[in-house]
Every structure is written in C-alpha cells, then in structure tokens.
C-alpha cells in the first residue's frame, strides 16, 4: 500500500511539472517571439485555448487517478477491516474456549477437594468416635474398681469395728 502511494504521489508531481512548464514554455515562447502586437494578442489568445484544453484534459486524467486512489482506499479499507474483524472473532472464540476449560478444570479440582475433605473428615469422626468410646469404656472399668475398691473398704472398716 505504501508503494502504490508513492507512485500516486510521483504521478501526481509530474502532472503538476507539466502543467507548470508548460504554461512557462509558453508564455517564455511567445514573450520573445519578435511580433507585432496584433500576432502576439492572436497568439497568446490560442496558446491559452490550448492551454484551458490541455488543463481540463488533465483535470479529468486527475479526478480519474484520484477516482483510482479513493477506490483502491476504499477497497484496502475494507479489507483490512474484515481481517480485524476476523481476528476479533479468533481470538474472542479462543478467550471464550480457554475460559470453559478452565471453569472446568476449577470445577473439577473443587469436587476432588470437596470429597478428599470430606473423606479426611469422616476419617477423623470415626478415630474421635472410637477414642472417644475407649476412653468411655476406660471410665466405666475405672469406675467399677474404683467402686469395688470403696465396697472392700468399707466391709473391711465395719468388720474391724465388728472386732474391735
């Protein structure tokens, strides 16, 4: 695109070159031409007919070339606004692709950890709940000799007061 620019721009120096030099050419030409004034009036007059031709032939060659320009603008335009737009669409598919694996991944990950707590914490209920049982039992046993302990005691306080 830069290419073509450039062409366009030396194409549109060069028209301008001509339209200069020639007006200069002519008007150069017809200054030092050694003529009365009648011939020099009759000949400025049709070097500007030839000049007002040659200047509208030119005027249309520049409306077609910027025509040419404005067109082929247009055209790069809207290519390269497809190309983004396409691009957008690419990487708005792969964001949105990227986003459901990873939801599924956390969500994967999560269940995985909501089950090994769950697991951990039943383990733990159970070893609390059985401890909790030994202990229970332990008091009870304690508690019986603690009793029989208490009953010998005293049978052996009233049999030495029955002795003595």
């Not at 050694?34 to 005027?59: A, C, F, H, N, Y």
């Not at 247009?74 to 691009?87: C, I, P, S, W, Y």
Request: aromatic residues 2%; without cysteine.
């Amino acid at each position: 695109m830069g290419n073509q620019q450039n062409d366009q721009n030396k194409t549109g120096s060069f028209m301008i070159g001509i339209v200069v030099g020639s007006i200069v050419g002519a008007a150069t030409a017809l200054l030092m031409a050694p003529k009365s004034g009648r011939e020099l009036r009759s000949d400025i007059s049709s070097q500007v007919e030839t000049l007002k031709d040659k200047s509208g032939e030119w005027k249309e060659t520049v409306m077609e070339k910027g025509s040419e320009i404005t067109s082929t603008a247009k055209e790069k335009t809207d290519q390269l606004r497809q190309a983004a737009v396409e691009k957008g669409n690419n990487v708005a598919e792969t964001v949105k692709d990227t986003t459901e694996k990873l939801r599924g991944t956390i969500k994967n990950t999560t269940e995985q950890m909501a089950n090994s707590v769950k697991e951990k914490t039943d383990g733990w209920k159970e070893t609390v709940n059985e401890n909790v049982d030994q202990k229970a039992e332990q008091v009870e046993e304690r508690t019986d000799q603690a009793d029989n302990a208490l009953k010998d005691t005293n049978d052996e306080i009233a049999e030495s007061g029955r002795n003595g």
